[in-house]
């Protein structure tokens, strides 16, 4: 049987105490996710309660009980996917509220670490449970490093009262590295159909190895591009890897995350937040979808309420300019019915909370091969053939196929105008139809990446700052001083909490940045 001593994981990362229980505060900002912690209860943790701490961190590793503070109102709108209607968040103004960071950082070290560690301790490295446990922590540690960089990577988890900081580079080197022995191990495993690791507490693919095996291939090939542009060698060698092991392949690979505890604030985060009218569609996406007469605009939005059609506002706006009808909630559109009915500002809505969550989309697979094979890499297809796979894939996801996807493919109008208040141009001028130059050919890839990766933000802010696809409008206004409105963010500074707590470290994981902490600093695999 094994002891968790709360007290003794308690380390120097802000707040972070562990809580084993998820409490989420409801509301909207100000009413933040707090964390409910003893500082001196024991609890005795069994092979019972493995898979129920699995689940816990599963759902906090994706952010969506927090949601709002750790991806809305930073990543969402970063890469643009969203414009904030609310004058008082000043994030899409390029404002890092520190305040609200917390909820990024705390969910992965107080509640997603300390579950995988326990898990890792308990099942051995011969286990497909240690094998889930590592491809998890992964993805989670992901999210952190690439809004940040450096962070405690290695030592998370590790009771000390300081807790170093571990260079990009290195945290990278060792993701791929854990997904290539998870896959090793699982493939040894996947022939045993009675196998269910976690059984339905696994709340994504319910132990099913083969799909678990697919999900950490693609994670791999997603970092293989991610480093493409400042290490080539490895990223070709760990891509190359990643396809010929196993890539996801149709939208029934799709990763999706069912959280049936809505009542307890464990639902979909998206659906949680949208009734409380704080964003809307950006023009940046109205341009594109309106642009390309693209099916998938009728799921991800729904027509504004004041005028029955599609519509967007820019990214950072100034509060009197949101004051402005066309900037306004019931002038533009918000997420679509899959996460919320009903979005007049007068009529109540209702929030769908039990829709699964969004994870990762096989589609974006096909245009991660696609881009490969622009770069010469053996990806199993031409960069037209995965690209225009990667579309059909997208919009089967969404529930589109046939002639109408054909047409898609084969269309040759470009971006529009989006009629916003701003009277902005197009925001881009390449077609959907495969171009004859690679140069279009690498935007048209990471334009249909973006749109195939939505809701996910954090990965379309990843994959921005990487490729600058696709194309995104400037701010309109920024209110911080290190980044005018012809630049866009590049990280998160390190969290005042840490600053306050983990000073030295703080200052060592400043170097290993090889910038200042600043919100201009590029993270080491972003060369742009």
């Known amino acids: 049987m094994t002891f968790f001593n709360k007290n003794i994981y308690k380390k120097a990362l802000g707040a972070a105490s562990i809580s084993l229980s998820l409490w989420v505060a409801g509301g909207c900002t100000g009413d933040f996710e707090e964390l409910n912690i003893s500082k001196t209860q024991i609890m005795t943790l069994g092979p019972n309660e493995y898979p129920k701490m699995f689940s816990q961190a599963l759902s906090q590793g994706s952010y969506h009980p927090s949601y709002q503070t750790a991806t809305n109102l930073f990543a969402d709108l970063w890469c643009q996917f969203y414009a904030t209607t609310t004058p008082n968040f000043q994030s899409d103004r390029y404002h890092t509220n520190m305040g609200w960071i917390g909820s990024h950082w705390n969910p992965i070290y107080t509640q997603v670490v300390p579950q995988l560690r326990i898990i890792l301790d308990n099942y051995d490295s011969t286990t497909p449970e240690n094998a889930m ?95 493409s542009k400042v290490d080539p060698t490895r990223a070709k060698t760990e891509a190359e890897a990643a396809v010929a092991s196993g890539v996801m392949l149709s939208a029934a690979d799709d990763a ?54 599609y519509e967007g506002l820019r990214n950072g706006l100034s509060p009197a300019q949101l004051t402005q009808d066309l900037n306004t909630n019931d002038y533009n559109s918000n997420v679509g019915s899959r996460w919320i009915r009903n ?31 622009l770069n010469g890499w053996n990806m199993g297809g031409s960069a037209q053939e995965l690209y225009e796979k990667g579309i059909r894939e ?135």
């Open 256 to 309: 999706m995350m069912v959280r049936t505890a809505v009542t307890s604030g464990d639902g979909n985060g998206i659906s949680r937040i949208s009734g409380w009218q704080e964003f809307r569609m950006s023009a940046t996406m109205e341009s594109i979808l309106k642009g390309y007469n693209d099916p998938r605009m009728t799921v991800f939005f729904q027509p504004a309420f004041k005028t029955g059609t």
């Open 394 to 528: 997208s919009m089967a996801t969404w529930g589109f196929s046939g002639a109408a996807v054909d047409t898609y493919i084969q269309g040759t109008t470009p971006p529009v105008a989006p009629g916003d208040a701003m009277n902005s141009a197009a925001v881009s001028d390449i077609p959907v139809k495969w171009a004859a130059s690679e140069a279009k050919q690498r935007e048209q890839i990471g334009t249909q990446k973006w749109l195939a990766v939505f809701p996910d933000g954090c990965e379309g802010w990843a994959e921005f700052r990487r490729t600058r696809f696709p194309k995104l409008y400037n701010v309109v206004n920024s209110v911080n001083n290190d980044i005018p409105t012809t630049e866009f963010i590049r990280r998160f500074p390190f969290t005042d909490a840490e600053k306050a707590t983990n000073k030295a470290a703080v200052d060592a994981a400043v170097g290993l940045l090889g910038g200042p902490d600043k919100a201009s600093t590029p993270l080491w695999w972003d060369k742009n």
């Open 133 to 227: 446990a590592n491809i998890w922590w992964v993805f989670s540690f992901s999210r952190v490093t690439d809004y940040y960089g450096p962070i405690p990577y290695f030592d998370a988890g590790i009771p000390a009262t300081s807790v170093k900081y571990d260079a990009q580079d290195v945290i990278y080197d060792d993701f791929f590295k854990k997904l290539d022995a998870a896959v090793t191990l699982l493939k040894t495993k996947a022939g045993d159909a009675t196998l269910k690791p976690f059984g339905s507490s696994d709340i994504m693919f319910k132990g099913d190895l083969n799909k678990w095996i697919k999900f950490a291939n693609t994670l791999r090939l997603r970092f293989a591009l991610r480093i």
């Open 343 to 373: 979005t007049g500002s007068g009529s109540g809505w209702e929030n769908l909370l039990a829709v699964p969550a969004d994870i990762l989309h096989a589609a974006e697979a096909y245009f991660l091969r696609a881009e490969g094979a």
